[in-house]
């Protein structure tokens, strides 16, 4: 492209001049002067078209790199986001933990504060009923033979049950007050049976 331009240019010039009639000479004076003109030109030409790629590389490489800051900052607030939500359900759940924590701590002292008077109140009954067979052993030793010996068996099974209760409240661990106050009624029940039949051999004593 650019040889064609000179070739034309010449042409030009050569005409021109052989129209107003100058010399060879001058004619290619003039040809090489609006030759490095026209170089001048092309290399202007050139110089502007490569600042303007450049520039425009340049804006091309700046709107990725900020396309791609903006892509990140999206990136890191997303990341922030689950972040700050995860944090909050873990601080949620271990309120929620705590609390719960708390109702059960709650509920198992409520438990074995009931176990406990449970087994106070067995044992203030299973004493009494002790103390009313040691009566009545004590008072069976100066009865007949016959006697004592009715009295020493009904008190061996008597005691052989209290032992069974004895061993029943010790062991026992109600999981609620409800199922505390069924144990409790069934073993009164039982300690109450034993101290009739004291009751009854101390009569006959």
Known sequence: MHSTTRLLIIAALLGLGGACNRSPSQAREDAIEAQEKANKEIHAAQRDQTKEAAEANEKLSKEAAEARQQHDDAVAEHNSQIEKANEEARAKAGEAQAKADDKVASARE?????????????TKKL???NANIDEVRKKASDAKPAVRAQVDATLRDVSAERDAVANELARTRPENPKKAEQVKANLDQRIARLENRVDALRKRL
């Open 110 to 122: 409520k438990v074995d504060d009931g176990n406990q008077d449970l087994h106070d109140w067995g």
């Open 127 to 129: 004493d009494k009923l």
